[in-house]
């Protein structure tokens, strides 16, 4: 269980902070080009998206692997998750189906290291 689900941070944290450099960084005509949604949304809040998710993948990570405050990855996993329930529902409406599935594995897999870190297998802080 333990090797899963750093297994399953790493992913995550790995494909959170790729995307979150993508809506962070990418000027907003060509990050409309890359990811259509980006065009329906105010700057601002793409912008935040992709913050959230970089800071999320932080959070995966850093506090767990240093054993400082290692109940913030849960509540990471928790965030990431909101976000991706959040971006099934944008491309359910805006009807681009295709991105569906994405949005269940992450978040499906953010559930999951959220469940995991909680009750399974939470790491313990440094004493």
Same mark, same amino acid.
């Given at each position: 269980m333990r090797v899963g689900l750093w297994v399953a941070q790493v992913v995550l944290a790995v494909a959170f902070?790729?995307? !979150?450099? %993508?809506?962070?960084?990418?000027p907003i005509?060509? %990050?409309?080009?890359?990811?259509? =949604?980006a065009g329906a949304v105010p700057a601002a809040l793409a912008r935040f998206i992709g913050a959230a998710e /970089?800071? !999320? +993948?932080l959070g995966l990570l %850093?506090? +767990? %692997?240093?054993? /400082? #405050?290692?109940a913030l990855t849960p509540m990471a996993a928790g965030g990431l998750a909101t976000i991706m329930v959040l971006a099934t529902v944008v491309h359910f409406v805006r009807g681009e189906m295709s991105l569906v599935p994405v949005n269940l594995v992450l978040g499906g897999l953010?559930?999951?290291?959220w =469940? !995991? #870190?909680?009750?399974? +297998?939470? /790491?313990l802080p440094k004493t």
């Open positions: 902070a790729f995307a !979150g450099q %993508l809506h962070l960084l990418t005509p060509a %990050l409309v080009e890359q990811a259509a =949604w /970089i800071v !999320g +993948a %850093l506090p +767990a %692997l240093m054993r /400082i #405050r290692p953010a559930v999951f290291v =469940w !995991g #870190r909680t009750k399974k +297998a939470p /790491i």
